[in-house]
């Protein structure tokens, strides 16, 4: 059974930059499909951020501009997030998800929440 | 992009009613629509795709119809179980987006 696991700092300064890792168990991100970041804001508003396929190409959301990357280690069966010069509308809970055919998610982790404060 | 136009913002159902969430999308995307269920504390879960499939494992109460620009998701039977945030989202063209979402409570 897949599952992914967010982890990384709750707390960010403005300004800086927000690091996630999604950890995979279950399956190998190189084996197939496309490797996403998705947040929810307060209030139930839900962006995709991006992803990263299996061969490692990567995919933006426009929106996020020249913000974000998303890289992945392959010997830790981890992708990454990192979005730069945050502000506090930033803030969200984190997701990584697997997209399979159909371009929908079939597997999320748990979320992380991320909170932009001085 | 495409918007994600979802109806009713929140609704409240009896057990054993039949609820309808309606997402209606700024244009055709050919059924490429997928609903969520996200309970609190937990992470979506996928629910339906391509507009009428149903992910393994989701109870048969459960179906969604629609085509074109208009779809909605479908509760036959509403359990206790059944109470959370439901999403559409469309997976046509990127940047995939997602409705604002409908929050359901038993009555």
């Known amino acids: 059974e897949i599952q992914l696991q967010e982890s990384g700092p709750g707390l960010v300064k403005p300004s800086q930059s927000l690091s996630l890792t999604c950890s995979v168990t279950g399956y190998t991100i190189t084996s197939g499909y496309d490797w996403s970041w998705i947040r929810k804001f307060p209030g139930n508003k839900m962006e995709w951020m991006g992803y990263i396929s299996y061969s490692g190409s990567t995919n933006y959301n426009p929106s996020l501009k020249s913000r974000i990357s998303i890289t992945r280690d392959t010997s830790k069966n981890q992708f990454f997030l990192q979005l730069n010069s945050v502000t506090t509308e930033d803030t969200a809970t984190y997701y990584c998800a697997r997209v399979v055919i159909r371009d929908v998610m079939d597997a999320w982790g748990q979320g992380a929440s991320v909170t932009v404060s001085s | 992009d495409i918007q994600m136009t979802q109806s009713p913002a929140s609704l409240s159902a009896s057990l054993g009613e039949t609820v309808t969430i309606q997402c209606r999308a700024s244009?055709?995307?050919?059924?490429?629509l997928a609903w969520y269920q996200q309970k609190p504390g937990k992470s979506p879960q996928l629910l339906i795709y391509?507009?009428?499939s149903l992910q393994d494992g989701v109870p048969s109460r459960f179906s969604g119809s629609g085509s074109g620009t208009q779809y909605s998701l479908k509760i036959s039977s509403m359990q206790t179980e059944d109470e959370g945030v439901y999403f559409c989202?469309?997976?046509?063209?990127?940047?995939?987006?997602f409705g604002s979402g409908t929050k359901l409570e038993i009555k």
């Open positions: 391509g507009a009428s």
């Open positions: 244009e055709d995307i050919y059924s490429g």
């Open positions: 989202q469309q997976g046509l063209k990127y940047p995939f987006t």
